[in-house]
C-alpha cells in the first residue's frame, strides 16, 4: 500500500491483444547489456492497483516515482518553471528507457556519485533546454529487486524527436554513463 | 531477485512458537504515531529466500539494506574505521525501530535533506563517539509501499544497554526527528 506521494507503475510488455490503450512499440534496442524480449505493444499502469505482471505480457517492469535523490532546491526551482506534464494530446511519441547502473556506481558515497552526476555530466544543467518540449517521469525499481534500477519515461510530440535524440546522445557521451551497465531504449508511438 | 550488493531483510513478530532463531521481545513501546501489535518473539530472516510474510506472524516488515543516501567519501572511512559486524556473540541485546519520515522531509530536496540529516542534526558525527559498541544496520522500506520508510537494526552487549539509550535519546532530539511521524522501539533480548 503505497502513500499518497509515491506512485507505482508497471510497464507490460506484450502483443496486439495487450489491454487497450497500449503504446505501439516502433523499436526496441538493447543499447547496453542483455536485451528485452521483443514486444509488440506496451502497456502503462501508474498507480494504485496496478498488476505486479499481466498475463498478456511478455515482461512487466515495476517502479515507483518519489522523492528526487540528486536534485537540489535550485535545481527544482529552474525544472519546475519549464517542465511540461505528462499526458499533453500533442504528445504522441513516447520511451521506456530502463537502465541499470553497475557495483561501482552504487558503491560510491553521494557526494561522490552527485559529483559525477552533475558537476562533471551535468545531468540535469544540459537537460533543461529540452524543456518543455519533452516531459519525464523517473520511477525507481532497484529496491524492488527487479532487473533494473530506473525505468525513464518520456513523451514528446512527433516535431520534437530531433531534440529528443539529441538529449539522449548527449547524456550518453557524458561520464555518468560510463557507469551504466544495462540499458534498453523502447521507442513508443500512439 | 536481488542482486549481490542488495541485502533484502523480513522481520516478523509473533508467538512463542515462532521459527527457531527469534529474538524475545523485552519491550516493543510506540514512539510517534500508530503502534505495532506487541508479540513475544521477532524472527529475522536476511537474505534471498525470505518470505514476504509468515503464518506465524502478527506482523511481518520488510527492507533492503544497500548504498548509502546521505554518508560521503570522508564519513564512510571514518565510520569503517570503527563500525563492528553484525551477529558478535556477546551481542545478545538488539533493538528493531521502524521509522517513517513526513511528506515534509521526502518533499525536500537532497542538498535540504542532507542539511538536516548532518549539517544541523550531526547524525553521523555524534554516533560516532558510540561505535564499536553499537553494531548497526539500514533496511530500506519506503519503495516497497510498506507502512514505514526505514528498518533499524542495532545489536550490542548487555553492558552497553546505556550507551545505546544514550544515542537514541540523542538522535530524537534533533532537528532530523521533527521530521519522524511514526516510530515503533522494539526491544529484543537472545
Do not use: C, N
Not at 542483455?34 to 506496451?42: F, I
Amino acid at each position: 500500500m503505497y502513500r499518497s506521494e509515491l506512485l507505482p507503475a508497471v510497464f507490460v510488455g506484450g502483443g496486439v491483444d495487450l489491454a487497450a490503450g497500449a503504446w505501439r512499440v516502433e523499436r526496441i534496442q538493447a543499447v547496453r547489456g542483455d536485451p528485452l524480449p521483443v514486444v509488440e505493444r506496451v502497456h502503462v499502469h501508474v498507480g494504485a492497483g496496478t498488476p505486479a505482471t499481466a498475463a498478456a505480457g511478455a515482461w512487466a517492469l515495476r517502479g515507483v516515482a518519489g522523492h528526487a535523490r540528486y536534485v537540489e532546491r535550485a535545481e527544482r526551482v529552474q525544472l519546475d518553471a519549464v517542465s511540461p506534464p505528462l499526458d499533453r494530446p500533442e504528445a504522441t511519441r513516447a520511451a521506456l528507457i530502463p537502465i541499470r547502473k553497475s557495483p561501482s556506481w552504487w558503491a560510491l558515497m553521494q557526494d561522490e556519485r552527485r559529483a559525477v552526476f552533475e558537476e562533471r555530466s551535468r545531468h540535469i544543467a544540459d537537460s533543461l533546454p529540452f524543456l518543455p518540449r519533452i516531459a519525464r517521469r523517473l520511477y525507481h525499481s532497484r529496491d524492488l529487486g527487479e532487473p533494473f534500477d530506473f525505468l525513464t519515461w518520456f513523451e514528446y510530440a512527433p516535431e520534437h524527436a530531433g531534440a529528443f535524440e539529441e538529449l539522449v546522445a548527449l547524456l550518453r557521451s557524458r561520464e555518468e554513463w560510463a557507469y551504466v551497465d544495462r540499458e534498453v531504449d523502447i521507442r513508443l508511438a500512439r
